[in-house]
């Protein structure tokens, strides 16, 4: 079944400003809001390791993990922080509907991510 168009909203893209070069993840429009837009890892040598088991990235409308993407349905970010993804999980030759809840820390360097109802804390690799 093909997943619905996004439609980009405000606040989920960037545009540079004059003379300014931004990489594509932060100025391609998708439900990603831009400061989840980061490559994460729990463990901090997975940030440059090859592979890196726990290193995830998070671009405008999916989630791309070691042996997985998760494709964007659709978002809904709360009030309070929380950003809720509805996600084509692609892994291992399987294909699974989830949801993820995603939440950052009070400085932005860490997110907390949960999904099958188990939370990981992952830290920004930048």
């Excluded at 606040?11 to 391609?28: C, D, R, V």
């Excluded at 995830?56 to 970010?77: K, L």
Aim: proline share 9%.
């Amino acid at each position: 079944m093909p997943l619905p168009k996004i439609e980009p909203t405000g606040g989920h893209f960037a545009a540079p400003t004059p003379g300014e070069k931004l990489p594509t993840s932060q100025t391609t429009p998708g439900p990603i809001p831009l400061e989840f837009r980061h490559v994460w890892a729990i463990e901090r040598k997975d940030c440059t390791a090859d592979p890196a088991l726990t290193r995830i990235a998070a671009a405008p409308g999916a989630v791309r993990f070691y042996e997985g993407r998760s494709v964007v349905a659709g978002a809904d970010m709360s009030t309070t922080g929380l950003l809720t993804l509805d996600v084509e999980h692609v892994s291992e030759g399987q294909t699974i509907n989830e949801t993820h809840k995603l939440k950052l820390g009070a400085d932005a360097r860490t997110l907390t991510y949960e999904r099958r109802g188990a939370t990981f804390v992952y830290a920004r690799c930048d």
